[in-house]
């Protein structure tokens, strides 16, 4: 595998984890560094189970904890992260938050972003995040934005599979086999006390994608794997 600069873009504090936990590991093992960007912690609409189980428990409090299981989880993938602390539910895009990003895209100077699909009536912080990245890229290759800076280079950009994919219109075109890197994947998910229950679903949706993946691949060793839909076409000499 090619060393690459991943960038994952998350809405909320373990969405990356969910999603593309494996994928992330599979590049960090084999040498490629890969940064998580949390937009916010999820304490508002993410941790339902912290609320319910603890009465009292402030909001500070909530954070702290969703923050703790986002660096377990990142540290136990092989990632670094790093938290802009924004309000989730609803998560308000501006100007000086899409600058704020792009800059950091520009600092980490990423050859793959990975990101939210761009559509998701069911929670609407998912496509914020998706329109806030393809913006704030937009504005990091772009010269005139920072004078005198560097822009990006170009960087390939894969929106990963919802929560409700029928719903939104996710068709995948894009499957990476996790069938190595999913042992690790459900320990660090199991490890994140606010959405257990995801740990579950997220295995039989990895299970079932990699069935898939098996199936159109005739690669009989799949046996997990992770889906992302293309932001723009393949571009190339020869099919791949």
């Not at 373990?14 to 992330?24: A, K, S, Y």
């Not at 229950?197 to 299970?207: C, H, I, S, W």
Request: net charge neutral.
């Amino acid at each position: 595998m090619q060393q690459e600069r991943v960038l994952v873009v998350s809405a909320h504090a373990l969405d990356f984890l969910w999603r593309c936990g494996g994928t992330i590991a599979k590049y960090t093992r084999e040498g490629s560094t890969v940064r998580i960007i949390n937009l916010t912690n999820g304490a508002r609409g993410e941790s339902n189970e912290l609320w319910k189980k603890n009465p009292g428990i402030t909001a500070e409090q909530i954070t702290a904890e969703r923050k703790r299981e986002a660096q377990q989880s990142s540290q136990m993938i092989g990632a670094e992260i790093q938290f802009m602390d924004w309000q989730d539910h609803m998560l308000e895009p501006n100007l000086d938050r899409t600058l704020q990003l792009a800059r950091e895209m520009m600092q980490f100077n990423p050859t793959i972003i990975l990101t939210h699909f761009t559509s998701d009536p069911m929670n609407p912080d998912h496509p914020t995040t998706a329109q806030m990245v393809i913006e704030a890229f937009r504005c990091a290759q772009t010269s005139g934005v920072f004078p005198g800076e560097t822009p990006c280079g170009p960087a390939k950009i894969f929106m990963f599979e919802p929560a409700y994919p029928e719903v939104v219109g996710y068709v995948p075109d894009v499957y990476i086999d996790i069938t190595d890197t999913m042992e690790l994947k459900m320990k660090a998910m199991e490890a994140g006390g606010a959405q257990k229950v995801l740990a579950q679903a997220y295995d039989k949706r990895n299970g079932y994608r990699g069935h898939l993946a098996s199936k159109l691949s005739g690669n009989k060793s799949i046996k997990y794997a992770e889906t992302f839909q293309r932001f723009k076409p393949y571009v190339g000499d020869r099919f791949c």
